[in-house]
């Protein structure tokens, strides 16, 4: 598809003008389809484009309130990830989908080599650009990752996380998250479920893995969080968790 000189913003800045060492981040915040990639729906029906396979249900809604609550910039994606994925490396195989959840992507379909690099130039780059320049503002920048996950995925048994933290090599923020996730009697959390760790060339790999940065990726199952009301409570609910699990981790460091 050809791209337009018809301006578009790949991605949103909340509250950028804060100073924080936290950094809130929304890879898949929206379902748009930018005009210059047809826009529209690339083919999907309206009632696909607002399942998961467009975007993270109520993902954004959390990012910005959980901004809020702590005093934090937030920066979220402003296009669809069936527009090209913004968590996934340049290498990743599934960086263009043409087929999730057993939904064929149709404006996807014939998208060549070329093709997927002109989003990646239009959309993807830009996105991190501003992730990193915001994560560069402080020496000690900490990155929470929102997503959400779809209580049940390809037809196989549901998922009865409430939340899940992902992982990988750098525990030091997920591990008292973890433990005080366990202490609050209501809630199922996943360690490194319903997905296990991160994918090489990610958003949190990229940001913070890769350049020593404390993080979390949390994942909120979709169907709590689908109201504005619904994520705002998620957020006042994890803004001092995540506070006092920043605080055990750097009493560790000390």
């Known amino acids: 598809m050809k791209m337009t000189d018809e301006p578009f913003e790949a991605f949103h800045l909340h509250g950028a003008a804060r100073k924080s060492h936290w950094l809130i981040t929304c890879d898949h915040a929206s379902n748009i389809v930018p005009p210059c990639v047809g ?8 009632a ?3 399942r998961h396979i467009a975007f993270d249900v109520g993902a ?9 609550a702590l005093n934090a910039p937030a920066v979220l994606s402003n296009f669809s990830r069936m527009v090209i994925d913004p968590n996934r490396g340049l290498d990743d195989p599934t960086l263009l989908m ?4 057993g939904t064929v992507i149709p404006a996807n379909r014939t998208a060549d080599e070329v093709e997927k690099a002109r989003r990646v130039e239009a959309f993807h ?8 320049d915001l994560a560069a503002r402080q020496d000690d920048t900490v990155i929470i990752a929102i997503h959400s996950f779809t209580p049940r995925l390809n037809g196989r048994s549901p998922r009865p996380w409430h939340i899940g933290i992902l992982h990988q090599f750098d525990d030091r923020l997920s591990d008292p998250l973890l433990d005080l996730l366990r202490d609050e009697d209501d809630l199922y959390v996943g360690d490194n479920e319903p997905y296990a760790g991160h994918l090489p060339g990610d958003s949190v790999d990229r940001h913070a893995l890769q350049m020593g940065r404390a993080n979390a990726l949390i994942e909120l199952r979709s169907d709590l969080i689908e109201t504005p009301d619904q994520q705002v409570a998620w957020a006042n609910r994890l803004a001092p968790i995540l506070t006092q699990a920043l605080i ?3 009493d560790v460091d000390a």
Do not use: C, F, N
């Open 39 to 46: 826009g529209g729906s690339l083919g999907l029906s309206d």
């Open 125 to 132: 780059a830009p996105y991190h650009s501003a992730l990193a």
């Open 98 to 101: 043409k087929l999730y959840d």
């Open 248 to 250: 055990q981790m750097e």
């Open 48 to 50: 696909e484009m607002q």
């Open 60 to 68: 954004a809604g959390v990012t910005r309130a959980l901004a809020d």
